[in-house]
């Protein structure tokens, strides 16, 4: 099936400073990523949707300027968390989307110390 | 709101036996669901999906069913095994601005006992 990577697999970082977190699609073009994040013990809650040349969409309550999307290419997203806090602390998930599925990736746990 | 919840978060299950995870949802517009497997520290791990049209599905040692009169999504899986022990997950999706859109439930923990 389908292969979706992420990178780095865990990060650790001081807080205020930013992390950058890749999604690629290996074996497929993904016009359309998404991003969600899941805190301990809680279900996957979807932040944006991240289209290959365009705006990132982002759902309510999730800070555009604090989670930069970008989608240059068909086979990557990145979302950088800017000025990351403690509170940012989560399980970090994004997912592609093909014509008839989406793939997740194995996520990227980021401990804001 | 639209939301997809689960009936229990925690299941226990002695290894052999089958197990049932159920899931209620609210919105019927879905156009289908789909159930995952999440295990510790990893992404969520398709495992069957069924369309809004279909009541049951069958895949190896799993079987899904729909129920669209009380909104009601199951998963059984027989003869559970103890790397079945992970977190499911029921999602529902639906075409918002021509891709499927993928909202999750709240989540089941199904612990096998050896």
């Known amino acids: 099936g389908a292969v979706v990577s992420q990178h780095p697999s865990w990060v650790i970082c001081k807080s205020g400073t930013s992390v950058k977190i890749e999604c690629r699609s290996l074996?497929?073009?993904?016009?359309?990523m998404f991003w969600y994040r899941q805190f301990p013990k809680q279900s996957l809650m979807l932040m944006a949707t991240?289209?290959?040349?365009?705006?990132?969409?982002?759902e309510q309550g999730v800070e555009k300027d604090k989670f930069l999307i970008n989608h240059a290419s068909l086979t990557l997203s990145t979302l950088t968390v800017t000025s990351a806090h403690p509170e940012d602390s989560s399980f970090y998930i994004c997912?592609?989307?093909?014509?008839?599925?989406?793939?997740f990736g194995p996520g990227t746990r980021l401990t804001v110390l | 709101g639209e939301s997809v919840g689960l009936h229990l978060p925690t299941l226990s299950v002695q290894e052999g036996d089958n197990s049932i995870i159920n899931c209620a949802y609210s919105?019927?517009?879905?156009?289908?669901f789909i159930w995952y497997k999440q295990e510790s520290g990893k992404g969520p791990q398709f495992i069957i999906d069924?369309?809004?049209?279909?009541d049951k599905r069958q895949g190896q040692r799993v079987t899904v069913l729909l129920n669209k009169t009380v909104k009601h999504l199951s998963l059984q899986i027989a003869a559970t095994q103890p790397g079945d022990s992970a977190v499911y997950f029921c999602?529902?999706?639906?075409?918002?601005?021509?891709?499927?859109?993928?909202?999750f439930g709240t989540g089941t923990k199904l612990q096998v006992i050896p």
């Open positions: 069924i369309r809004s049209n279909m």
């Open positions: 997912s592609a989307a093909s014509l008839s599925a989406q793939y």
């Open positions: 991240s289209n290959e040349g365009s705006k990132a969409t982002y």
């Open positions: 919105n019927s517009a879905s156009d289908y």
């Open positions: 999602a529902e999706t639906k075409n918002s601005g021509g891709y499927q859109k993928v909202t």
């Open positions: 074996d497929f073009q993904a016009t359309t």
